[in-house]
């Protein structure tokens, strides 16, 4: 076809998108490859309102919690991890320490924890349940989201039960969620590359299926600079809005969300490789996949821009590319920051920078809970904001202590 031929088809793709229509994975890979970004961004908006019509921009007041960092995955891109119990920096975090954690993010306004961790093969199944039901009876209040598909099936695996039996039990005392942890890019071809003894695309997906049976809250994400191709992300696109359609016809709310970011580097195998420098993405590459998301991804409600890893501008301008979320606080997060990311220097972001931040960007701020539920707008100012005092992370306590 010719480039006239193309900027026609390019056009007539997007009068689809601005008309509300849902485009195919060839036209969605089209527009990847060869729309002008702004173009883009103008019809992801379009998307953006016809799904969240409106200026209100949410966030979320959470902390992340790792309880372990013993992992045996080995994935390429991370720096988080210990491979072994007994060395030094292992760790698994008390309830003493982790009812600080909580407490502190209580304190601060927090109405979730997001509790993830390694690929532990010295804690049973019953650990979980044991954490999660001490956790949801001392703190009530505090939603608990935790467990990425990769280790609901690492917890199947060890304990001999199903996914749907491993889901069920943790439901039943006191799981509200499963975030989309490790999904990074949801094409085995990629995966065998960067994370081969990692949970695989069908597993990811099949995890998440029966979390939605289960009414778990949950999102769907992605990363992105694996050095994989714009087909790659058509793929995982693609699948995630497969399984979307799946889940809504059984009358399942399916992901709430979608959020991306960029694969960070720095103190990882990754980015001590000899081809380091082909992996990575640049925050116009980042933005480019953000509206594609938006624009694809027609049936995922809500959109998270990644200030953690892009920094608070490139986020804002996130705001104008299709997002309706800014994300959350982040009073804590360990692992992409080990890897790298901004959050290495500045750990978190206030409630009163996040207003600034979505108010600077021409929208209005909006504490939600996990489902997205707006819990209070702030039109006419920030009063009765929730205290501004700044938590540092606890140390956690060796497996040496513990034992």
């Not at 990754?270 to 925050?283: E, I």
Request: charge should be negative; glycine fraction near 8%; include cysteine.
């Amino acid at each position: 076809m010719s480039n006239n031929g193309h900027t026609k088809t390019i056009e007539h793709i997007l009068e689809k998108v601005h008309a509300g229509e849902r485009i195919s994975y060839e036209e969605g890979l089209l527009l990847y490859e060869q729309a002008e970004l702004l173009d883009l961004a103008e019809a992801a908006n379009a998307r953006r309102q016809q799904i969240n019509p409106g200026d209100v921009v949410s966030y979320l007041i959470d902390r992340n919690i790792n309880y372990t960092n013993v992992c045996v995955t080995d994935c390429q891109f991370c720096n988080f991890y210990t491979p072994r119990s007994t060395d030094a920096k292992a760790y698994v975090n008390s309830k003493e320490v982790l009812g600080r954690k909580i407490e502190e993010a209580r304190q601060l306004g927090a109405t979730r924890i997001l509790m993830q961790g390694g690929h532990n093969p010295d804690l049973p199944f019953e650990y979980y349940t044991d954490l999660v039901g001490w956790i949801h009876r001392t703190f009530p209040q505090i939603e608990i989201d935790a467990f990425s598909p990769s280790e609901i099936e690492f917890m199947a695996n060890i304990s001999g039960k199903s996914w749907e039996e491993v889901l069920t039990e943790l439901k039943a005392v006191g799981l509200a969620g499963l975030p989309g942890g490790g999904g990074e890019i949801l094409d085995d071809e990629i995966r065998n590359l960067v994370s081969p003894k990692k949970i695989k695309t069908a597993n990811w997906l099949g995890v998440m299926k029966v979390a939605h049976r289960l009414d778990l809250t949950t999102t769907a994400t992605m990363v992105i600079g694996f050095t994989e191709t714009p087909r790659h992300r058509m793929n995982h696109f693609q699948r995630l809005r497969d399984t979307q359609d799946d889940s809504l016809a059984i009358g399942s709310r399916g992901f709430n969300a979608f959020i991306s970011w960029t694969v960070q580097i720095e103190n990882t195998p990754l980015g001590r490789s000899k081809r380091r420098d082909l992996f990575g993405a640049t925050p116009q590459e980042y933005l480019r996949h953000t509206v594609m998301a938006r624009i694809f991804l027609d049936n995922i409600p809500h959109l998270s821009a990644s200030w953690p890893t892009q920094g608070a501008k490139v986020g804002q301008v996130a705001l104008h590319f299709g997002c309706d979320d800014f994300g959350s606080t982040m009073i804590e997060e360990n692992v992409v920051s080990a890897a790298g990311a901004p959050t290495k220097v500045s750990p978190m972001m206030t409630v009163h920078e996040i207003h600034r931040q979505i108010r600077e960007a021409g929208f209005v701020p909006a504490q939600r809970n996990t489902r997205y539920e707006i819990m209070r707008e702030y039109r006419d100012g920030d009063e009765d904001l929730p205290p501004e005092k700044v938590v540092e992370a606890e140390n956690v306590i060796p497996l040496a202590v513990l034992n």
